[in-house]
């Protein structure tokens, strides 16, 4: 099952000192991001941590229910917003004080979704918080995601798509401050949309067609993926695999995704043209990950 998000908005955790919070972070970063999941802790009015996952796609933040309830969030009222299946109206929250990392905002105001549709999370962070900050997934190190200040590249990186070595690829801000860089499915450019809340990759029927993907059938015999939104909403994907797919200068074959041409496709206007969310089965390929949503830029290394 593929578990999405919010792509366009609108008991009581018990306190941490610092370095329970430090030791309690790394245990729950580590196990999600081996399954498939960037996740940061977050605390809420002073009180957590709490898993959030974060997610460079989704427009909007989102809190599982039962945590805004026992934390007594006051009610925000209904927003209308669009998810990958289709346009929703859900209850907001708003939470006095947020803060992660470098992160540390007030008065913010979070769509409520429910914990079994975000993979047992408390929530997740998207672009409306994040959009002046740098996403940080190190792959290979003890501390995998972290919220970092917006800053210029590391020493080392260089622009342009050049394989094997460091990169920094100078995106284009978009469909509310999403970040798209450029891809080709076999010779054919396509809009890469870099989703870091994605546990696999998924792709419209454009990109499927013009990169001449093909039926797959995996072991346990289900050609239909299960494609769920925050609030629990289903649509379904077929599984297939793409031949081949350039992105950041790293070329792939056979890449499993999901195809359909879901509601964020045509709200973005790319139902017709070959386009693509980055999930964390590509982003993993590298060993650190930069998405920087000021700069609009993404900086890896393999």
């Known amino acids: 099952m593929v578990n999405r998000r919010m792509l366009v908005a609108g008991a009581?955790?018990?306190?941490?000192?610092?370095?329970?919070?430090?030791?309690?972070?790394?245990?729950?970063e580590n196990e999600d991001v081996r399954r498939g999941r960037a996740t940061v802790p977050v605390f809420l009015n002073d009180q957590g941590p709490f898993h959030f996952m974060v997610d460079t796609a989704a427009t909007a933040s989102v809190i599982s229910a039962d945590l805004a309830e026992r934390l007594g969030l006051a009610d925000a009222g209904p927003i209308g917003m669009h998810t990958l299946i289709g346009r929703e109206v859900v209850p907001t929250v708003r939470a006095m004080r947020m803060r992660t990392g470098a992160l540390d905002a007030s008065e913010v105001r979070l769509a409520v979704g429910q914990r079994l549709a975000m993979s047992g999370l408390d929530g997740l962070l998207g672009c409306d918080l994040l959009v002046a900050s740098k996403v940080i997934l190190n792959f290979r190190g003890s501390q995998r995601t972290r919220i970092a200040r917006s800053s210029a590249p590391p020493r080392?990186?260089?622009?342009?798509?050049?394989?094997?070595?460091?990169?920094?690829?100078?995106?284009?801000?978009?469909?509310?401050?999403?970040?798209?860089?450029?891809?080709?499915?076999?010779?054919?450019?396509?809009?890469?949309?870099?989703?870091?809340?994605?546990?696999?990759?998924?792709?419209?029927r454009a990109a499927a067609v013009a990169g001449y993907a093909t039926p797959l059938v995996p072991r346990d015999g289900e050609s239909i993926r299960r494609i769920q939104s925050p609030t629990g909403s289903?649509?379904?994907?077929?599984?297939?695999?793409?031949p081949s797919l350039r992105f950041a200068g790293m070329g792939m074959t056979n890449l499993p995704v999901a195809v359909g041409d879901f509601h964020s496709f045509r709200i973005w206007g790319v139902e017709d043209q070959p386009a693509i969310l980055v999930g964390l089965d590509i982003l993993r390929r590298f060993s650190v990950v930069h998405i920087d949503l000021k700069r609009s830029e993404l900086s890896l290394q393999l």
């Open 12 to 28: 009581v955790g018990a306190a941490f000192s610092p370095c329970s919070a430090i030791a309690r972070q790394e245990s729950f």
């Open 156 to 204: 080392g990186f260089h622009r342009g798509a050049t394989p094997g070595i460091p990169v920094v690829i100078k995106g284009e801000r978009r469909f509310g401050n999403l970040l798209m860089a450029p891809a080709h499915v076999w010779r054919t450019p396509a809009t890469a949309i870099i989703d870091s809340g994605a546990e696999g990759t998924i792709v419209n």
């Open 234 to 242: 289903v649509a379904w994907g077929q599984a297939m695999v793409l």
